[in-house]
């Protein structure tokens, strides 16, 4: 049967991505060799790494001023090395969900951190607007989707210091206005890549503030000095993530993409709203595109493991909640077709159909 892929991460790629990165791992540009044996410094991976470098920067309109670096590890890396590397005295953190607060945590090794916002109150179901960025603060982190959560910000913050943003799970999934930003960075393994690595896209200027002597491998310095190339770059995470940028680019790009998750976003979330078995659990306007979360109605919540059940027979796989939120959440990654969406929404019809008080 075919498969619905919704899982939150490691999840969905595309086909034709996994299939170029199946040959490349048995013969790798018609060499006779895999690319997972081959050296990392040579003239083919080389062209791997700068083909990758001017997919993002074309996908994502980087200007020049800004550096990508790869790095073994994931998002939890870059929690610990955002503040090693950057937090002098103080920097702002918002909090908005479990991510937010494991990068907090980290940070607070190195410096002060000071809560400039938090959505705790109400189970992190919205995105705190309108608060005051100090602008004595090193820098300001937020998380620009809540991946467990399924919240997600729709404006890019104005902030008076160097804005950072953990973009695991929405990266390429919407236009980003790349200059509001000193650094984005996240895992790649929700809408790019496999696990293994994660990717940075730093303002230059940013590598004169680094405050500390830090170990070699932690200085984003080196990363972007060595073309990431320091020390040998998860080689395979780094292939797929180069043939995601292509597909992106063969369907049409970040418009494009943007166009189709909005469109497949539309069509569930309408039904939930519809739908009385179910309801949406975050505020509209801060609805994630990328992670869809909803509950059975008040008066429908006995019938949850039957529902998990009737999506299971119909092939869709991975909208468990997660155990902080609990429900359903269907992530619809850039990966995700919107036929799948359509199957979980027809699912959905026919479960109200047959079990509507
Ligand atoms: C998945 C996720 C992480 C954790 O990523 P790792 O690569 O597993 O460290 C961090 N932030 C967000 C927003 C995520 O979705």
Redesign the pocket.
């Known amino acids: 049967m075919k498969k619905h892929n919704f899982n939150?991460?490691p999840s969905i790629l595309a086909d034709e991505v996994l299939e170029n990165a199946a040959k490349a791992i048995i013969d790798f540009n018609g060499s006779g060799l895999s690319l997972l044996s081959i050296s990392h410094r040579t003239k083919d991976f080389d062209d791997v790494m700068a083909e990758a470098d001017a997919l993002f920067r074309e996908m994502l309109d980087i200007p020049e001023n800004y550096k990508i670096f790869y790095i073994g590890?994931?998002?939890?890396?870059f929690?610990y090395e955002v503040p090693a590397n950057f937090l002098g005295k103080k920097a702002g953190y918002v909090n908005t969900g479990v991510?937010a607060k494991?990068?907090m945590k980290e940070a607070k090794r190195y410096g002060e951190v000071e809560l400039l916002a938090s959505s705790e109150d109400r189970n992190f179901t919205y995105i705190p607007k309108g608060f005051a960025i100090p602008s004595d603060l090193d820098y300001v982190h937020i998380?620009?989707?809540?991946?467990?959560y399924g919240t997600e910000y729709h404006e890019d913050l104005v902030s008076p210091v160097p804005l950072i943003a953990?973009?695991?799970?929405d990266i390429l999934s919407r236009p980003v206005d790349v200059t509001k930003y000193a650094m984005i960075y996240?895992?790649?393994?929700?809408n790019l890549a496999p696990?293994g690595v994660?990717f940075a896209i730093i303002r230059e200027d940013m590598l004169d503030k680094i405050v500390r002597d830090l170990p070699t491998m932690v200085s984003f310095r080196t990363h972007v000095e060595n073309g990431s190339m320091f020390n040998t770059p998860p080689v395979f995470p780094i292939y797929v993530l180069k043939e995601t940028l292509k597909w992106l680019k063969s369907i049409g790009g970040v418009p494009e993409i943007y166009r189709r998750n909005q469109a497949k976003a539309a069509l569930l979330y309408d039904e939930i709203d519809r739908n009385p078995l179910f309801r949406g659990t975050v505020d509209k306007e801060d609805r994630s595109l990328m992670n869809i979360c909803f509950v059975m109605a008040d008066g429908y919540e006995e019938l949850a493991p039957e529902f998990m059940e009737a999506a299971k027979s119909r092939g869709i796989v991975g909208i468990k909640g997660h155990r902080l939120v609990g429900g359903f959440r269907a992530s619809c990654y850039n990966a995700l077709p919107v036929e799948s969406v359509r199957v979980l929404v027809e699912c959905m019809q026919e479960f109200a159909a047959k079990h509507a008080k």
């Open positions: 939150a991460g590890g994931g998002a939890s890396t929690f991510w494991k990068a998380t620009s989707n809540n991946t467990i953990d973009m695991s799970s996240g895992g790649a393994q929700k696990a994660a």
